[in-house]
Nanobody, 126 residues
Framework: QVQLVESGGGSVQAGGSLRLSCAAS????????MAWFRQAPGKEREGVAATARDGGTKYADSVQGRFTISQDNAKNTLYLQMNSLQSEDTAVYSC????????????????????WGQGTQVTVSS
């Protein structure tokens, strides 16, 4: 059974940093492409950062240069380092996974993903 469990969310002031973690289990982690999504109240879920089969990454324009996605295959864990946080970053952040073989490139399209975590709240106060 595939499970994705996020942690690391919380409240922070604008300009601060947080690191989110997503622990994966139930599948061969290295064969999956991963991503972080977020959903703010009243808004659509949007892709934030994603990984490709070859280790490449892709970021939404709104977080480029401030967020970094990384993964530790030995620990089956995905990370999202978030720096210079802004109030607009306030949202529930979820990690997602999909088999890479169908689409080896990084994707921020939510319809491409099969498995989802429950999400963790990030609140940025100005």
């Amino acid at each position: 059974q595939v499970q994705l469990v996020e942690s690391g969310g919380g409240s922070v002031q604008a300009g601060g940093s947080l690191r989110l973690s997503c622990a994966a289990s139930g599948y061969t982690y290295s064969g999956y492409c991963m991503a972080w999504f977020r959903q703010a109240p009243g808004k659509e879920r949007e892709g934030v950062a994603a990984t490709a089969r070859d280790g490449g990454t892709k970021y939404a324009d709104s977080v480029q240069g401030r967020f970094t996605i990384s993964q530790d295959n030995a620990k089956n864990t995905l990370y999202l380092q978030m720096n210079s946080l802004q109030s607009e970053d306030t949202a529930v952040y979820s990690c997602a996974a999909r088999p890479c073989w169908m689409l080896p490139a990084a994707s921020l399209e939510k319809s491409h993903f099969t498995y989802w975590g429950q999400g963790t709240q990030v609140t940025v106060s100005s």
